[in-house]
């Protein structure tokens, strides 16, 4: 049973943080667009860390009620892509995410901040 998708987004912010993931930024797409509800973006500084922050994760999304329904990137490790259906999580290297900047693309979309989630 999947639980409301802001809650997946905390448990996704914190596997994201505890991993040391670097600039982990939310964001709101649910007046936007149909794809999902949340993008969690967050960037990592090897292929090692890419992928610990991408297990980690699953494992707290899954203990929260969330199944990865599809992932793509995990043989290039520059941008992993976990897709929970509600919760979309992209994760980048450095250059990767410069390059491909989500945050500008979705520029219409409301940031969640680190504060937000505490409520």
Not at 57 to 80: A, P
Not at 90 to 95: D, P, R, S
């Amino acid at each position: 049973m999947q639980t409301d998708s802001f809650d997946g987004v905390k448990a996704a912010y914190k596997a994201l943080d505890d991993k040391k993931g670097t600039d982990i930024n939310i964001l709101d797409i649910r007046e936007i667009s149909v794809i999902s509800d949340y993008f969690v973006i967050a960037g990592g500084n090897s292929p090692t860390q890419l992928k610990a922050m991408a297990d980690a994760v699953e494992e707290e999304l899954y203990k929260v009620g969330f199944r990865l329904n599809h992932s793509e990137g995990f043989q290039t490790k520059t941008w992993i892509l976990l897709d929970f259906g509600d919760i979309v999580v992209h994760l980048f290297n450095k250059e990767d995410r410069e390059f491909y900047n989500i945050e500008r693309i979705w520029g219409d979309a409301k940031f969640i901040t680190p504060e937000m989630l505490a409520n």
